[in-house]
Every structure is written in structure tokens, then in C-alpha cells.
């Protein structure tokens, strides 16, 4: 009797024995599946910045070399031509008066459009008027409609307000952003609770001072979100003050950018790629300044029930 239970307590510590022989080795080969997944992940993510990276590299070391040197060939060592470079391209164009005009705009209009934006925003989400629905959605179908229709009309409503050859029309419409209005009204939706409102007038706050002291921090990640992609697309923008705009003093960075493909500056490759690396520092900073907040934009919450 003794004997048959000693069998039997020994029967089940090598089942014990065995099934956690088993398991460890499915948690190894889990381990290791995952180790592999997170290697190939890490593998793709790091040849995808190399690829996205040339690009930028080959900019900055191209601005630094002669024309006859980039005809040679690429070369991962800078040249020692950046002031023969930027004395050709200063020869040609103001380079920094377009950079100085593209910085006034580019920021008034991503300063003017995040403000506004997120006001009207507010005022969709939370705000009840007659013709709310129907002006979103008029708001969604112009979000459609391409700029460059309008251009004609908008070029002869500039010319009968007087404002041709400055930087007002390059601004005002530009504040009027159906997308960024769209998508800071779908974030404020999810991340502001209507009972933080209440609280605020309940406290006797105005309107006003609600929207500047619960809204606007809350909604900030967005706003940030929001205004590099305006910053960005205000800078690169050809067309608008290409048609708007006569004096060469008043010229954008992209404007003086396409009439260096014209003039002899096209010649020297070099001084091109260092126009070019001009015109892209601005974007280059403010995406690093403001990048962490397209995750917070995601991530960020507040009250719920």
C-alpha cells in the first residue's frame, strides 16, 4: 500500500516535473518569437530614418562643395566651398530678406489659424445655434474644394481692397482653415468634458475667460499638432504670393527659390543646395520643438464620467 502511493506521489512530481519543462520551453519560444518580432521591427524602423535621413545629409554636404566636386560624385566629407557657395547665391538673390518675409508670414498665419481655429472649434463642440450642422458640413465640403480655383477671384478681390504687393492677403485667408477646425473640434470632443465647463460657470467665469483658461490648455497638444503642419505648409507656399506679390523686397523664400532655377545660379549646384538648406532649417526646427506633441495630442485626456 505504502509502495503504491510512493509510485503514485512519484508518477505525479515527474508530470510536475515535465509540464514545467513544457512550459518554460513555450516561454522561451515566446520570448524568443518576440525578441525576433521586436528585432525586425527595430531593423525596419532604423533602415526607414537612414532612408529618410540621406536625403538631408546629402543637402548639407552638397551646400559645402563646388560645382565641379557634385558632378564628380557623391562624398560623404563636406567640401571647402560653402563661402564661394553663398557668395554666388548672394550675388543673385536676398536670401535672408525672403527668409525674413517667409518667417513674418509663416508665423502670424500659424499664430492667427491655431488661435481662431480653436476658437471655432469651441464653439462647434460645445455651443448650440440655429444652422450648426449645416455650417459644418458647408465647412467639410470646402474642405474639398482646391485653393486654386478661387485664385482668380480672389487675385480680383485683392485688387479692388487694395491690398495687391503685401502680406495681407497671404495672411487673413489663410487663418480660415476648414481641416485644422475640423480636426481640433474632434480632439476637443473627446478630451474636454462638458462638466469642466459647467464647473466654470458655475464658478462665474465668462465665456471668454472659460475658452482661454480650460479650453486652450487642454486643447494645446492639437494646436501644436496643428500648427507645424500650417507653419509648414505656409512656408512651402509657391503659388499664392508667386501671383500676390510684385516687389522683390516682398518676395517669399520660395518665390526667390524658383527664380534661382532661371538665372545663373542654376549653374552652380552648390550655391543651390545651400539656398535650399536655408529654406528648410525653419521647418527642420520647428518640427523638433513641437513633434512631442503629436503624441501628447493622442494620448492627452480629461475628465470622463
Known amino acids: 500500500m505504502i509502495g503504491k502511493q510512493e509510485q503514485n506521489m512519484k508518477l505525479h512530481s515527474t508530470n510536475r516535473t515535465e509540464n514545467g519543462n513544457a512550459f518554460a520551453m513555450q516561454e522561451n519560444a515566446r520570448k524568443k518569437k518576440r525578441r525576433l518580432v521586436k528585432g525586425m521591427i527595430y531593423t525596419l524602423l532604423i533602415a526607414m530614418a537612414v532612408v529618410c ?7 548639407i554636404i552638397n551646400a559645402t562643395r563646388s ?30 530678406s525672403g527668409f525674413k518675409n517667409s518667417l513674418i508670414v509663416s ?22 445655434f440655429k444652422g450648426k450642422n449645416v455650417l459644418f458640413i458647408f465647412m467639410l465640403v470646402m474642405m474639398m474644394v482646391p485653393g486654386q480655383l478661387g485664385l482668380i477671384g480672389f487675385y480680383e478681390l485683392s485688387k479692388t481692397l487694395g491690398i495687391l504687393d503685401s502680406f495681407i492677403p497671404l495672411i487673413i485667408p ?20 462638458p462638466s469642466l465647463i459647467e464647473a466654470a460657470r458655475i464658478d462665474g467665469a465668462g465665456e471668454f475667460k472659460i475658452f482661454h483658461i480650460v479650453a486652450v490648455p487642454i486643447m494645446l497638444p492639437a494646436i501644436a499638432t496643428m500648427s507645424i503642419f500650417t507653419f509648414i505648409g505656409s512656408w512651402n507656399n509657391y503659388l499664392m504670393p508667386l501671383v500676390l506679390l510684385f516687389s522683390p523686397e516682398k518676395y517669399t523664400l520660395p518665390v526667390l527659390m524658383g527664380f534661382l532655377k532661371g538665372s545663373q545660379v542654376a549653374e552652380n549646384l552648390g550655391s543651390l543646395y545651400l ?7 525653419p521647418i527642420m526646427i520647428a518640427f523638433l520643438f513641437l513633434s512631442k506633441y503629436i503624441v501628447n495630442s493622442i494620448s492627452a485626456g480629461s475628465v470622463k464620467e
Do not use: C
Open 53 to 59: 535621413f540621406i536625403p538631408f545629409f546629402m543637402m
Open 67 to 96: 560645382n565641379e566636386a557634385i558632378l564628380a560624385g557623391f562624398s560623404l566629407m563636406p567640401g571647402a566651398a560653402l563661402a564661394e557657395n553663398y557668395a554666388v547665391l548672394k550675388d543673385y538673390v536676398n536670401i535672408w
Open 107 to 128: 508665423v502670424l498665419v500659424t499664430v492667427l489659424s491655431g488661435y481662431f481655429s480653436a476658437m471655432t472649434a469651441y464653439g462647434f463642440a460645445y455651443y448650440e
Open 174 to 193: 489663410s487663418i480660415a482653415s476648414p481641416f485644422v477646425v475640423f480636426f481640433l473640434r474632434q480632439y476637443i470632443q473627446t478630451t474636454l468634458h
Open 275 to 281: 539656398g535650399i538648406a536655408i529654406s528648410v532649417v
